[in-house]
């Protein structure tokens, strides 16, 4: 029982995280139908930043706040530099041309730093707190959860009550009367993707110290279970990206607490495959118009 | 091209091919070996992204599915006292089964999704080749299973080096698979192929059923994709999931678009780059004076970035990839000589104009190239 808790307690800590990385997937799908194959490499770049920063000021703070200003940095470069160039027609063409900056990001940073894994240690304690007796949440799970709900509960409030959201939403869902109306579309674009690239480079900052640590890789399997999460809650759907989020991340500590760490890709794959031969386009994406 | 002129063709090149082997040292054979494992894959690959407009990430993982159905039947077979051109047959025959099943698989949840979606798929089921390795007791893990050495078979013992047989037996298998590819693609299902990528409404209205030709087309790259790993367990005497990473698996897409999507010529010249340009690197890296650890660190991740460089500019620049180039120096010259002849317009399923520059499909086929 103590056990069951404890997996359910990380397993949400760990939802959280990849619910924001999946909402960083969510907002590029959204403003530009692209899903950003880059994600993970382009958020350890930012990480990679954050941690020499770190090590350079000697306070964890100016490293996050380095890696989210780096993150956005690279997404700007990004969107600006190579995925314009992606044709709006082909859907393969944005796809392939993320797998090229994939490539291209982690062996760039293979020949500056190296393939070891460098330990990344928490600004918390990672052992468990007792509440009544029972182990739950590190102060470094809760750090976590804190910083990752409060980013997401910012990005809703940007969308929904600001100028700049609404210019954001509309031109994502009708670039046409958008640019029309006077909405810059390219520009709002641009933003969609440093705000992206910055969340989800903080994502892989929060998860590295709880990984094998850093290393150009690092954020691989992070964007595998982001990416699944974003699927099971629906591209298009910010809320099914936190509730899916939390699912996967819960299913996943439990697989790993009962099963074996080695079976968690497995699991995701069946989640994977069963989600989508039922609901292609994730649980909680609105019905698309039969098309034939 | 008719099917007596795809035969043909094949078979001048397996035997050039083959006779290329003699002029080449054995390390050299090896590497023409691997070529044509890389070459089976990134052959059906390219049909299956070029042809059917399906992305797969996910290659190495059904060539691994093939190489581990060879080295197991191999193995099942020796321990039967089976031995020489049967077990090679039956291995092989195991590997495509397994592969195609597997493919059959991916193609029907494929035939449900649109590009990334399936991408993302595939990208997963790679991710998740270590873990099924290791929690199925047979595949044995991270150690992955031993083969039986196939030795150079009697009377060319004191004709040819093992290197050099390896090679033969590998290029006999490619041709046959690019062979099969090549036919696919120029008969009516490459045609209904090209017909659901460009538009399945107006495929579904034609009278094809697009949910099974890309479950088809899947299920073909998988075959191919099985025999590439059946090839490279020939070869390297083991399978382990080492050997079939997402980083094999992105290469693979790399190869293709490099070659030219939807090109099987641009295949090989990718298959070739695959193998070649690491070893390129190595050399140059080797001559220039630095310190070796900094070679060490190069000589992983050069290649990679040469590679991720190259997909970048060639899909932002000019998304028919070598092959692509090469057809349209070719139909440059020939409009130069004189002016296009409006031929039989059956033959093209989207009108030239339709197709903006910079867009990914595989180059319009005129007609006149026969």
């Keep these: 029982m103590d056990r069951l808790v404890f997996l359910l307690g990380t397993g949400l800590a760990r939802g959280t995280l990849f619910a924001l990385f999946a909402l960083a997937l969510v907002l590029i799908w959204r403003a530009t139908r692209i899903v950003n194959f880059a994600a993970g490499a382009m958020a350890i770049v930012g990480v990679y930043v954050g941690v020499a920063v770190t090590g350079l000021t000697g306070s964890y703070w100016w490293g996050l706040v380095a890696t989210v200003l780096a993150g956005g940095l690279v997404g700007l470069v990004v969107e600006r530099g190579v995925l314009r160039f992606a044709s709006p027609r082909s859907p393969l063409s944005g796809v392939i041309l993320a797998i090229g900056l994939v490539i291209v990001l982690q062996s760039l940073l293979g020949i500056a730093f190296g393939q070891q894994h460098e330990p990344v240690p928490a600004p918390f304690s990672d052992r468990p707190l007792r509440v009544g007796g029972v182990p739950l949440l590190s102060p470094y799970d809760v750090f976590v959860v804190v910083v990752a709900l409060g980013l997401m509960a910012v990005l809703r409030l940007l969308f929904v009550r600001t100028t700049l959201g609404l210019q954001l939403r509309a031109a994502a869902f009708a670039p046409e009367v958008a640019r029309l109306l006077g909405v810059r579309v390219a520009r709002m674009r641009t933003v969609g993707w440093v705000l992206a690239a910055a969340a989800a480079s903080l994502a892989a900052m929060l998860a590295v110290p709880k990984e094998l640590g850093l290393n150009p890789h690092a954020a691989d399997m992070l964007f595998v279970y982001a990416f699944t999460v974003a699927v099971v809650g629906g591209l298009d759907s910010p809320g099914g990206a936190l509730l899916a989020g939390l699912t996967v991340g819960v299913v996943m500590s439990l697989v790993t607490g009962y099963l074996g760490a080695t079976l968690a890709p497995v699991a995701v794959l069946a989640l994977l495959v069963v989600v989508l031969l039922v609901r292609p386009s994730g649980l909680f994406a609105q019905a698309e118009a039969r098309r034939a | ?370």
């Design chain 2, 1 to 370: 091209m008719n099917a007596r002129r795809t035969l043909l063709l094949a078979l001048g090149g397996l035997v050039l091919a083959i006779g290329l082997t003699f002029l080449l040292d054995p390390y050299r054979n090896y590497q023409l070996a691997i070529a044509a494992a890389y070459l089976c894959a990134t052959a059906g690959l390219t049909v299956l992204v070029g042809l059917s407009g399906q992305l797969s990430l996910g290659h190495a993982a059904l060539m691994a599915a093939g190489g581990y159905g060879y080295a197991l039947t191999s193995q099942a077979l020796t321990s039967a006292g089976v031995g020489g051109l049967p077990r090679f047959l039956a291995a092989t025959v195991a590997a495509v089964v397994a592969a195609g099943v597997l493919g059959l698989l991916l193609g029907l949840a494929g035939a449900r999704l649109h590009g990334p979606y399936l991408a993302g798929l595939t990208l997963t089921l790679v991710v998740a080749v270590p873990a099924v390795a290791a929690s199925v007791g047979a595949l044995q893990g991270d150690r992955g299973v031993q083969t039986q050495f196939e030795g150079v078979p009697g009377p060319l013992k004191a004709l040819i080096a093992l290197e050099q047989w390896q090679a033969w037996v590998a290029l006999a298998v490619a041709a046959v698979a690019v062979t099969g590819l090549a036919l696919v693609r120029d008969g009516r299902t490459g045609l209904r192929m090209r017909a659901v990528r460009d538009d399945e409404v107006a495929a579904a209205l034609a009278g094809i059923a697009p949910a099974r030709v890309k479950v088809l087309a899947f299920v073909v790259s998988s075959v191919t994709a099985g025999l590439g790993g059946a090839v490279l367990t020939f070869v390297t005497q083991s399978v382990s999931p080492g050997a079939y990473t997402v980083s094999l698996s992105l290469l693979l897409l790399v190869a293709v678009v490099v070659g030219g999507l939807g090109s099987l010529l641009g295949a090989a010249l990718g298959a070739v780059l695959l193998v070649l340009l690491p070893w390129l690197v190595g050399t140059v890296t080797d001559a220039l004076p630095l310190p070796s650890q900094v070679t060490q660190r190069l000589d992983g991740t050069l290649p990679l970035l040469v590679f991720g460089l190259l997909l970048i500019v060639l899909v932002a620049g000019a998304p028919g990839g070598l092959a692509g180039a090469l057809t349209a120096a070719r139909a440059r010259r020939r409009t130069r000589r004189r002016p296009p002849a409006p031929g039989p317009s059956a033959a093209r399923l989207v009108p030239a104009a339709t197709t903006r520059p910079g867009e990914l499909r595989e180059p319009v086929r005129t007609p006149t190239e026969g």
